[in-house]
C-alpha cells in the first residue's frame, strides 16, 4: 500500500472513531478517476482529460502501470447521483459507513492507448474539446 493510500485509510479510521464516540453517521465514499464536462485537462488532475488532451495534441500517453492493470473510470454524473441517494438515506450509520464506487466497465491500462489512437487521428483542429 502506498503513503497516499495509508493515509486515507487512517483518516477513515479516524472518523469511525469519531463517529463512534459521537454517536455520529459517518459515510466515506472511496471514488477514483472521476471525468466528465468542464474538467481541466491542464492542471494535472482528471487522467481521462489528460489523455485525451495529450491524444490531440500529440504529446506522449502518460500510461504507468502494467498494461494487464485494471482501472475504474467514474463518470461525474455517476458520482453526483451516489452522492445525491447517500444524503437522501433516512437510515442513521451505526457509526462509518464506506462505499467504493466502482465502474461495471473497467478498463486496462493497456486499452486507453488502443482507444485514443483514434481520438489522435482527429487532430488538434477537429474541434473536439478537452
Known amino acids: 500500500m502506498s503513503s497516499y493510500g495509508i493515509l486515507k485509510l487512517t483518516a477513515e479510521r479516524?472518523?469511525?472513531m469519531y463517529a463512534?464516540?459521537?454517536g455520529l453517521a459517518v459515510r466515506v465514499l472511496r471514488i477514483a478517476n472521476v471525468?466528465?464536462?468542464g474538467q481541466p485537462a491542464t492542471r494535472g488532475q482528471g487522467v481521462v482529460s489528460h489523455l485525451f488532451r495529450c491524444a490531440i495534441t500529440g504529446c506522449p500517453l502518460?500510461?504507468?502501470g502494467s498494461p494487464a492493470s485494471v482501472r475504474d473510470y467514474q463518470y461525474v454524473d455517476d458520482v453526483a447521483r451516489v452522492v445525491?441517494?447517500?444524503l437522501r438515506a433516512r437510515r442513521r450509520a451505526v457509526a462509518a459507513e464506506c462505499r467504493h464506487r466502482s465502474d461495471p466497465n473497467p478498463w486496462l491500462v493497456g486499452e486507453w492507448s488502443?482507444?485514443?489512437g483514434f481520438a489522435?487521428?482527429?487532430g488538434a483542429d477537429s474541434g473536439?474539446?478537452?
Do not use: E, K, Q
Open 62 to 64: 502518460p500510461l504507468f
Open 128 to 130: 473536439v474539446r478537452v
Open 84 to 86: 445525491a441517494d447517500l
Open 120 to 122: 489522435s487521428s482527429l
Open 14 to 16: 479516524y472518523l469511525g
Open 114 to 116: 488502443r482507444f485514443l
Open 35 to 37: 471525468h466528465g464536462p
Open 20 to 22: 463512534r464516540n459521537f
